[in-house]
């Protein structure tokens, strides 16, 4: 005698039978419309640089992206492009200020009520530098530079993923920096904002990764003008670190004879958005990868030490 639990499967066998191919085609339908509905992602600080171009080049890839900017004034050159690229008619610009609580649930409520409570893809871009060298560098600046590259992000993520887990799949990808892999020296904020984004989005990587939801980081290099306006050894300097600046300003100013273009590093978001297994990390810069391998087995961290340490070395005895 069959199990009771059991037994309207032991006893219609045949009715089973039957009922597999209609979930089977039920099963189908749903995914045909899944299939069928448009992509839809979401793309902070578009204004300029990556963010406009990872914008462009997500309209391209078939989604419907949602590019924010501060102030609408200052989506101009993002529209300009989208118009050059065909790709206007995908193109949404709204207004999202991410250092602000309000603005990032008010953004985020207002797209999921239009695209009935789906975000395929949030690439946190927006951020800045702030380059302010030791002991200039007061506790305020690095609350602000957090402000935005961190918390940033986190208000981003904390606003996009109920609606993320209610479908069961989304992926969230930050714009990082190699300075959030190697600290280079002289830049004690920004590489203390970008080690925290990693380490943020590592620990939330792990977390979510079983219920279909990918956090990946895009890192770039040295991107064209991104620190040209910075690349300077600035007044007030202490007189013990002028000699370790004025070495770091002309290892930067080599560096940024070969940058990156935006739309190179927005590849590699295009990439972390529609590759079937994403990867966590997407280092954009091939020269500093040796150094990465490297730092990864420095267990006591003497040689990445080293190598940071012969940035910043004199120039000349006259430096």
Do not use: W
Not at 36 to 62: E, F
Not at 228 to 253: C, H, I, Q
Not at 308 to 313: E, P, Q
């Amino acid at each position: 005698m069959p199990l009771p639990l059991l037994a309207p499967f032991s006893t219609a066998p045949s009715l089973v039978r039957l009922d597999v191919p209609l979930a089977r085609c039920r099963l189908a339908r749903l995914s045909r419309r899944v299939a069928m509905a448009p992509k839809i992602a979401l793309v902070t600080g578009t204004n300029s640089g990556i963010g406009l171009a990872a914008s462009v080049q997500l309209c391209q890839a078939g989604y419907t992206t949602y590019a924010t900017v501060r102030s609408l004034a200052k989506a101009t050159a993002l529209r300009e492009a989208a118009k050059a690229a065909g790709v206007v008619d995908r193109l949404k610009v709204i207004e999202m200020d991410v250092s602000n609580d309000a603005s990032v649930a008010s953004a985020v409520t207002n797209v999921l009520a239009e695209t009935d409570n789906t975000l395929d893809v949030v690439v946190a871009n927006a951020g800045y530098g702030d380059l302010s060298p030791p002991e200039a560098a007061a506790v305020q600046a690095f609350q602000d530079n957090l402000n935005v590259n961190l918390f940033g992000v986190v208000r981003l993520a904390n606003a996009v993923l109920p609606s993320m887990r209610a479908a069961g799949r989304g992926r969230i990808i930050a714009t990082s920096s190699i300075l959030g892999l190697v600290a280079m020296p002289m830049m004690p904020v920004y590489a203390t904002t970008k080690f925290a984004l990693e380490g943020y989005m590592e620990s939330m990587a792990a977390a979510y990764a079983g219920i279909g939801i990918h956090f990946s980081l895009v890192e770039p290099g040295p991107v064209a003008t991104a620190f040209s306006d910075n690349a300077t050894v600035p007044n007030g300097m202490p007189a013990e670190l002028r000699p370790a600046a004025k070495a770091m300003e002309a290892f930067m100013g080599r560096l940024l004879s070969q940058p990156q273009s935006s739309e190179e590093c927005a590849k590699y978001i295009v990439r972390a958005a529609t590759e079937e297994r994403p990867q966590l990390r997407y280092m954009t810069y091939e020269p500093v990868e040796p150094m990465i391998r490297e730092k990864y087995v420095d267990l006591t961290g003497g040689k990445t030490l080293a190598a940071l340490t012969a940035m910043v070395a004199p120039l000349d005895a006259s430096s």
